[in-house]
């Protein structure tokens, strides 16, 4: 015969999956919008390949989302090809090498870049950046390989400089800079003069060391200001989708409901 407490603590946990989805709705941004990102690698003719990321983290994917789910975005990544190319598997933003004429040689007879999509060219290194996004369409370029040899001034847990393809993608969104007072102006125009912002320029921003560091934890880093935030969700590079609970919320919600069943037959 199930106890008092038995129930008690079966309903504590209902109550608490409630109770915490409650929370995360005051607390925390509902994931209602989606970035797909198609992901294109360049190799060259000897069978090297450009770095996709660290292992188990690849496109540091994970602080790319903990970033933009401050906006309700969820970043995805489909892996779609390799491309094999001597001429842009190092890109060097010279004549014949650049950005639009890599995506041309992939996309012959486009007119400019996408405005719905979004393509990722995975380079082995890019004219000594990490890479770039371009302003309010939807193209990435990123030197994985760079991006890792950043070393944080040695700090523990480092695995590169963790926030730059979130720093791309919000210009692939539309954050540039006649939108926005705390961007530079005539000295830095394409970037805010916020350290602690995510849209800061790679030389002046506070760079996350791990993902403890990103805000809303730690160090408070990648901060995405309210209207860099109402801005980048007017982007025709978003889609909707439905808002997803906390992962936490179905697991209290699960465990309480067993226990109620368990309950029940026994009784």
Partial sequence: MPTTSTYRLALSLVCAAWLSCAASSASATPITKQLDVSVYQLCNTLGDCASTGPAGNAYYADATNKIWAQAGIRVTFNFVKAIVSDQFYDIGDTAGDTFDDLYNSVFPGMAGLNHST????????????????????????????????????????????????????????????????????????????????????????????????IRPDGLGYGWLPQHHIDHALQSTLLRDVSPIPEPSTYLLMGLGLAALTGIRRRH
Avoid: K, W
């Fill in 118 to 213: 979004v393509d990722m060219f995975l380079v082995n290194s890019y004219a000594g950046a990490y890479g770039v996004g371009y302003d309010s369409a939807g193209g990435l370029i990123m030197s994985m390989s760079d991006i890792q040899s950043f070393d944080c001034n040695g700090a523990a847990g480092c695995t590169g400089r963790i926030d730059t393809l979130a720093h791309e993608i919000g210009h692939n969104l539309g954050l540039v800079p006649e939108n926005f007072p705390d961007y530079a102006g005539a000295e830095d125009p394409g970037h805010s003069l916020d350290p602690s912002t995510l849209m800061a320029s790679g030389g002046v921003r506070n760079v996350p060391t791990t993902l403890a560091d």
